[in-house]
């Protein structure tokens, strides 16, 4: 009976420890993710909104009622330019992108043609609808 206990114990007692590693690694891999990479697990999030960017700002800096108007324009601006950066960049892009999927699918069988053409396909519509949020 004592060894049936002192078992059941033991096995407890390892299921606890490993528990706990479990869960202490876990925490230690959030961690060690926010403090090297900024964010949570490395992953790149979506860009800050211009409401916590400027909101940021004003935390961190103090800035009064006119520097915020002010930074606001600043950042409407300088977004602005961005996006036309990026559109005017749109058909580089797109010919780049061309020019790969041609030597991808120059690297394929016929029978895997079709697939990568579908593949292609469903990349473009999930990239569409991301862009389109």
Not at 53 to 61: K, Q
């Amino acid at each position: 009976m004592e060894a049936i206990k002192a078992r059941r114990e033991a096995a407890a007692l390892v299921f606890v420890v490993f528990l706990l590693g479990v869960l202490l690694g876990g925490v230690g891999n959030h961690l060690w993710g926010s403090r090297v990479w900024g964010n949570q697990g490395g992953r790149p999030g979506p860009p800050a909104s211009r409401e916590q960017v400027l909101a940021d700002f004003t935390r961190e800096l103090e800035l009064t009622p006119d520097q915020e108007k002010q930074l606001g324009s600043i950042l409407d601006d300088s977004r602005s330019k961005f996006r036309t950066l990026d559109r005017s960049l749109d058909p580089q892009r797109m010919q780049i992108r061309d020019q790969s999927r041609a030597q991808m699918r120059a690297l394929l069988t016929p029978e895997q043609q079709p697939k990568f053409d579908a593949f292609l396909q469903r990349q473009d519509s999930h990239r569409r609808g991301e862009r389109g949020r």
